[in-house]
């Protein structure tokens, strides 16, 4: 923008070489930024005093799919609550790699909104502790909201699993063992 | 515990670790209600989305309306007239107070205050018996569109909410007279699912929850959408951002919601309550009957739906659980290319293992209860 931006200029400044374009639209600020030292970058945006989006919004995708290339973007909301602001990140990926790096570490809660992007739209995110499917079961074939991926495409049954775990704990096991004993015992 | 349990009013199933009755550590499942609200969005023209939102949160499908016909707007970059605007304003706090007492009354009737979830659900249905005045639906009422609403006010529309809210007014007033002294409850609620200022922060959590430990976010004061910054509210906070700050939070947040409506019903000026631009509105009955250029018109919008400039926007509203947002993509045509909802009580969920580690298996009860997680949203 020509007219110097409050958000916009600190962000030129700091994260310069990461940053691929920067622009206004419809009112809110997009930045589109390189997935590489992704996890940096927004460090650097939550915690530089003069940025200061401290609060992760949103995180999903879009699949530009034969419209764009790389093909896919995932889109981060970012949210400064000291200066009411709100920063729209976006980050192009490439079919072949789809993968970013997790920003759990940064917010935890990136955690269930990352597993949802991952489920639905195959993009992997490096150094997530737990990625799994959320939404969908494990068994699903496929990533359903990939533009490639039809509508009325039916998944086959899966057979029932078996529950891991038990529904009895040791304390409660050995009070039975021991039960079973002295019963045996006495009889 | 679940996913098919009296307390978790919703299908959800929790897989707990427990040592005795304490709980070590939690694990959410959820997406047993997944009906793929996306993919079917990309397949219905702009208009025809609005239905699909009412079954997002269906305890205030009313903000989800106006949310979503709001991100469009904003990327169509046109703005509805002042009365739609307060009509707006009006409708989402109606729903509001319906999501509150949905979620207040609920929850009190699990830990076994059985008659305040009568009372609720009585005030309840003051709030559902205007929208069905109003919309002639009580649930999924689809009663906001993209440039305006269905129709105007009824003339009788201020008398009748005036009335429901003092009997609204007076049921609140005896649950406040079972509640607040009762040491069942109070036990119950106090102290319990506390989440820290900044785990709730980390955790992306907004809404009641967020508010309940203390942080002052609503997207109304934050970031004011319709006419909210001509409005004079305040914004309920908590101390601890235990169940029982959250409970508190909620039914204030009911009277401050009933000093909104009561402002805008006054202050509400009379015109139209649609944008006039024929690519956007259909045309008048008679001129659809009676001319071929009308006729063409609305078939036109019908068949092809609206045409939504190319571009992307995010816009967000304050919902009954949080904040209620929208990702929209268009790449132009008649239907949407990419339609994402930040649902408010998806992320809430993801930070349940934090309020609920350490409690006891009973607290799980009401900490879900306050976080009134909703199927339709959180799995869409």
């Known amino acids: ?187 | 515990m679940g996913p098919s349990h009296p307390a978790t009013h919703g299908t959800i199933k929790f897989n707990l670790k427990l040592e005795g009755e304490k709980v070590l550590d939690c694990d959410v499942e959820v997406g047993f209600l997944h009906r793929g609200f996306d993919k079917s969005c990309e397949q219905a023209t702009w208009t025809q989305v609005i239905p699909y939102t009412d079954r997002l949160n269906y305890a205030s499908s009313l903000i989800n309306n106006v949310g979503y016909a709001m991100a469009v707007e904003k990327l169509i970059g046109v703005e509805t007239p002042p009365r739609c605007q307060y009509i707006r304003v009006i409708v989402s706090e109606l729903a509001r107070i319906f999501d509150h007492l949905t979620c207040c009354g609920m929850a009190s009737s699990e830990l076994g205050a059985i008659t305040v979830g009568f009372y609720m659900i009585e005030a309840r249905e003051m709030i559902m018996r205007i929208v069905e005045s109003l919309t002639g639906a009580r649930l999924t009422v689809t009663y906001v569109r993209i440039g305006g609403v269905k129709h105007d006010l009824s003339p009788d529309f201020s008398a009748r909410v005036a009335q429901a809210f003092k009997i609204i007014r007076k049921l609140l007033d005896d649950c406040d007279r079972l509640l607040s002294r009762n040491r069942i409850f109070i036990d119950r609620m106090s102290n319990v699912g506390i989440i820290s200022q900044e785990t709730a922060l980390s955790y992306c959590l907004t809404g009641p929850i967020l508010r309940a430990t203390g942080v002052n976010y609503d997207v109304r004061k934050a970031f004011p959408y319709l006419i909210y910054d001509q409005l004079n509210f305040d914004i309920p906070l908590g101390t601890k951002g235990d169940n029982y700050d959250r409970f508190v939070c909620r039914i204030q947040e009911i009277e401050q919601s009933m000093r909104i409506v009561e402002q805008a019903l006054e202050r509400l000026p009379v015109g139209p309550v649609w944008i006039e631009d024929p690519r956007f509105v259909l045309p008048e009955k008679e001129k659809v009957y009676n001319s071929i250029e009308g006729l063409m018109h609305h078939f036109k919008i019908i068949m092809e739906g609206i045409h939504v400039p190319p571009g992307e926007t995010y816009f967000a509203v304050e919902g009954g659980n949080g904040e209620l947002g929208f990702y929209i993509v268009s790449d132009g045509g008649g239907r949407p290319y990419r339609i994402r909802v930040r649902p408010p009580c998806f992320i809430a969920m993801g930070a349940f293992h934090q309020m609920i580690k350490g409690y006891m298996v009973a607290d799980i009860v009401p900490t879900f209860g306050m976080i009134n997680m909703i199927g339709g949203e959180c799995d869409r």
Not at chain 1, 25 to 47: I, N, P, Q, Y
Request: a positive charge.
């Open chain 1, 1 to 187: 923008m020509a007219e110097a931006n409050p958000i916009l200029e600190p962000i030129k400044e700091k994260l310069g070489a990461q940053i691929l374009e920067i622009f206004q639209v419809h009112g809110d600020d997009v930045l589109m930024l390189a997935r590489e030292g992704l996890r940096e970058s927004f460090r650097a945006l939550k915690e530089d005093k003069r940025l200061g989006f401290d609060f992760l919004s949103d995180i999903t995708a879009v699949d530009y799919w034969k419209k764009k290339e790389p093909r896919f973007e995932v889109v981060y909301q970012l949210v400064s609550l000291q200066r009411r602001r709100r920063l729209r990140v976006r980050v192009p990926v490439p079919e072949n790699d789809p993968a970013v790096e997790s920003l759990t570490p940064l917010w935890p809660g990136a955690n269930f909104l990352e597993r949802e992007v991952w489920d639905l739209f195959g993009i992997r995110f490096i150094d997530h502790p737990d990625l799994r499917r959320i939404l969908l079961y494990e068994e699903f074939q496929g990533y359903p909201l990939r533009k490639d991926y039809p509508v009325n495409l039916c998944q086959p049954r899966v057979p029932e699993r078996k529950v891991e775990g038990t529904f009895v704990d040791e304390r409660s096991q050995n009070k039975l063992l021991r039960l079973k004993r002295e019963l045996g015992n006495r009889a």
